[in-house]
């Protein structure tokens, strides 16, 4: 195929393909046109909808037009209330959040002020800057504590706040209630305050007494002497609740009521007033078990408080060391700085001078060192002539119970008052004037006065004791004796009885039987009423004879002594007979064995609770005034014992001792055939199987036959003894242990102040050794200045006189003077120095201010001129 023929193919295949671009771009251009139109359709549509509805509106708006003339004005206050109503929300939120934030600093300062009221004691403040604090901070939390209240939701931390302090002001209204409850606690402390721990310790036993006497009164007061008054048989219905017919007459005679005879021996005052009735009234009271088991429970109640007592006592008293600085605490810590009395702050004062007293004498007795061979011997002729009083204070005893035995069986209608009162006077002088002559005697053995307090303590304990057991001993006799008469005067009524009867029958077989009064018929002797009689009678005798030494012994003495010094020929306050001491170790005793005595005649006359509470309020109350009226405080104060168990020991004992004569009484006498609760039995204690097979089903009887048994009581109380053993070893190891690490800690901090002090000399030491480093080293300096400063002065007159020298050879004038003289012409010789770098000149120490260097310059030579 030619050439030009491909040519013309291939153009026409150009312009064929660009006719096909051509016409795709007009079909496109088409296709836009159409579009836009339709678009532009579209547009012109939405433009008629709108152009409607807006002829709509505008119609509406035509038809409401009035309308809405009128409700512009309401649009545009609703507009601006609503404009005003969110403006101020937003301020009032606003203001609410800076309101929150500030009760959240205020709690916050509040919180801290609180902290630090607390925390005020311990703050090393002087007291007029800590007395300033408590009050601002206390004025600032009353001031701003109840705003925290005011905010939205501080309703709930206002009620806490407001609950909080109601209760810390019930809490301390209430301590300060059971505080003014407890019986006589401000008179004990003002007589702590002038006469020492060791007298007050004597009333706080008494007080404590006082609440034990209180229960026993209770138990015997509400369990038998109420019930059998008010439900039991009255007087006259039987003969043991009559006077006999023989002593009508004197029954209210003054010296029969002091001797409690006559009315008050058949009253319920006594054990034979009470019927051996097993039920009484319409209750059913048991009688005869409630006055045995309340007889039984007062002692148990006793062993219980007194065993607790001083275990508590030993628990408080620990083993710390409270004696470490002791002048030391009691001079900076003594004082109470919240006290506003006068009158307390004068009780404050004595209080503090006394405790410097007792720990004066502590510190005194720690260090006396005396001649020990003396002394030993003084305290066995001492010991030596106690034992002799005891020996014959119970020979005594002994003798005048025989000898009132005899006198009862003359009859004591023959014989005086002395004579009928014999033992009980003897008892009670005896126990006033042997702890005087303890006393005496005890001034030979130059004990430590707590020591001393302690052997005069077991001295009259003893004394006290042997005659306490000596009058029952006596007693026992005297109850034998009543027994015997007992057997015949049983004898006799029965054969009273017999003959009355058979008189009666052999007359008429058909007549009434005879009546007669209770106070014609015969009665045994009653041995019961007559142990509680002897009891009674010696408590009281042991009271009066208190109270009048108390009023002879003390307050007259106190007059005589006042009122006749300025007549007399020597100084009586000063010298005899001077005021008396307030004696503890006697009147403590005195307290224990009256307590002894109740406890060992309470069974056999139950009015002995109650007539030791009367005597202990009245003592209170009477030795308060005579120990602040007419004593003086001891001329060697001491400090009593961290806690009374010394006291309590001895009250435990005489509990011990007490409840002996009273068990074996009940144990082994048979009770009287016709007085008292337990008439009718063999022992007393058969009140308890007769309930037991009465009141109880025969199973529990059985149990508590079998638990009864002696083959299981004995190994029981076998194994209590080795339980006690084995705690109290323990205790005693646990005590060991205390004192070794209470060595311990000492000896440690004994070490530790070595250490310390060795550690002080040295920074000591150290200290002067600096200081006369430095004093060397700047005497040092002050010379090498010195020195320098010589130096410098011969150099510049070296150099003068050369000078002069040098223009004398060279018919030169003289050199100038120092404001004539001109620098020459030519530079001399720089001057040589020495540097040394960062560390100063040599010989200088650092921090001192360095000296300017002597300038070596170099002398002109002659030649060059």
């Not at 009980?424 to 005697?441: A, E, K, T």
Request: with cysteine; net charge neutral; aromatic share 12%.
């Amino acid at each position: 195929m030619p050439r030009d023929s491909l040519i013309t193919s291939e153009n026409d295949i150009d312009v064929g393909l660009d006719l096909a671009e051509d016409e795709d771009v007009l079909a496109s251009e088409e296709g836009h046109e159409r579009e836009r139109h339709r678009g532009k359709r579209r547009d012109g549509d939405r433009e008629k909808r709108k152009r409607e509805k807006r002829r709509r509106k505008e119609a509406h708006r035509a038809e409401e037009g009035e309308d809405e003339v009128q409700t512009r004005p309401e649009r545009r206050e609703r507009g601006k209330r609503k404009r005003a109503k969110n403006d101020q929300e937003a301020k009032g939120r606003e203001k609410d959040e800076a309101e929150e934030q500030e009760l959240e600093k205020l709690k916050e300062a509040v919180d801290d002020r609180k902290k630090l009221i607390q925390g005020l004691r311990g703050k090393p403040f002087p007291m007029k800057k800590k007395l300033v604090t408590l009050r601002e901070s206390q004025e600032f939390v009353e001031k701003y504590e109840g705003a925290l209240g005011k905010g939205k939701g501080r309703k709930l931390y206002a009620y806490k706040v407001m609950m909080t302090k109601k209760w810390m002001k019930f809490q301390r209204d209430f301590e300060n209630f059971k505080t003014a409850c407890i019986p006589w606690e401000m008179k004990i402390k003002e007589i702590e305050s002038h006469f020492g721990s060791s007298v007050a310790s004597y009333f706080i036993f008494l007080r404590w007494m006082y609440g034990i006497n209180m229960i026993l009164f209770g138990l015997t007061f509400g369990l038998v002497m109420v019930p059998e008054a008010l439900m039991g048989r009255p007087y006259g219905s039987m003969p043991r609740k009559t006077v006999p017919r023989g002593e009508e007459a004197s029954a209210m005679d003054f010296a029969v009521l002091w001797d409690f005879g006559g009315y008050a021996q058949y009253s319920v005052l006594f054990y034979g007033f009470y019927n051996n009735q097993r039920a009484i009234g319409w209750l059913k009271f048991r009688m005869p078990l409630s006055y045995f088991l309340v007889g039984v429970g007062t002692v148990a109640y006793s062993y219980m408080v007194v065993i607790r007592t001083m275990a508590r006592n030993a628990n408080e008293s620990g083993v710390g060391d409270d004696n470490s600085f002791n002048f030391s605490w009691k001079m900076f810590t003594s004082w109470d700085y919240l006290i506003g009395n006068p009158e307390t702050a004068d009780n404050k004062f004595a209080s503090i001078t006394t405790s410097f007293k007792e720990a004066i004498l502590e510190e005194q007795e720690s260090h006396k060192d005396d001649n020990i061979h003396l002394t030993r011997f003084l305290r066995v002729l001492a010991n030596f002539l106690v034992l002799c009083c005891l020996a014959g204070s119970g020979y005594l005893i002994y003798f005048v119970v025989r000898r009132s035995q005899k006198f009862a069986l003359d009859g004591l209608e023959n014989h005086t008052w002395w004579e009928r009162n014999e033992v009980n006077m003897v008892m009670s002088l005896l126990g006033m004037f042997c702890p005087m002559l303890f006393d005496v005697i005890s001034a030979l053995e130059n004990y430590h006065p707590r020591v001393a307090l302690q052997w005069q303590l077991g001295r009259i304990f003893a004394l006290f004791l042997g005659n306490l057991y000596t009058f029952i001993i006596a007693l026992m006799d005297e109850i034998n004796l009543k027994r015997e008469e007992e057997k015949i005067i049983k004898f006799n009524i029965t054969m009273w009885e017999v003959s009355l009867y058979n008189g009666t029958v052999s007359e008429n077989s058909t007549a009434p039987s005879i009546t007669i009064h209770p106070a014609d018929v015969p009665r045994g002797p009653c041995w019961e009423t007559m142990v509680g009689q002897e009891f009674v009678r010696l408590i009281i005798s042991d009271t009066m004879t208190t109270y009048i030494t108390l009023l002879i012994g003390d307050f007259l003495r106190a007059v005589l002594v006042r009122f006749l010094n300025y007549c007399w020929c020597w100084d009586l306050e000063a010298g005899f007979p001077s005021y008396s001491e307030f004696d503890v170790s006697g009147n403590v005793l005195g307290l224990i064995f009256n307590q002894g005595m109740i406890w060992m005649g309470a069974f056999y006359a139950p009015c002995l609770p109650a007539l030791n509470v009367l005597r202990l309020h009245v003592s209170m109350y009477l030795q308060c005034w005579a120990v602040m009226c007419c004593n003086v405080p001891q001329e060697r104060v001491f400090k009593a014992s961290g806690s009374n168990n010394f006291y309590m020991a001895m009250l435990l004992v005489i509990l011990f001792l007490s409840t002996l004569p009273a068990i074996y009484t009940i144990v082994t006498i048979p009770p009287s055939f016709d007085c008292g609760p337990f008439s009718g039995k063999n022992r007393m204690f058969d009140v308890i199987h007769e309930t037991l097979e009465s009141d109880f089903p025969a199973w529990f009887s059985k149990v508590f036959s079998y638990a009864s048994n002696p083959g299981l009581v004995l190994p029981f109380i076998l194994l209590m003894v080795l339980a006690i053993y084995y705690l109290q070893s323990t205790s005693k190891s646990y005590r060991e242990a205390n004192v070794e690490l209470k060595k311990k800690l000492q000896t440690q901090n004994e070490e530790n102040k070595r250490k310390n002090k060795r550690a002080a000399l040295k920074a000591q030491m150290d200290l002067e050794e600096a200081r006369k480093t430095a004093s060397q080293t700047a005497e040092q300096q002050k010379n090498n200045n010195a020195s320098l400063q010589d130096q410098e002065a011969d150099e510049e007159e070296d150099f003068s006189s050369s000078q002069r020298l040098n223009h004398g050879k060279n018919g030169h004038h003289p050199p100038p003077t120092a404001g004539d003289r001109q620098l020459p012409a030519s530079r001399a010789p720089a001057p040589r120095t020495y540097h040394h770098g960062n560390h100063g000149a040599p010989g200088y120490l650092p921090g001192f201010s360095r000296q300017s260097e002597p300038r070596m310059c170099r002398v002109p030579s002659l030649q060059r001129h």
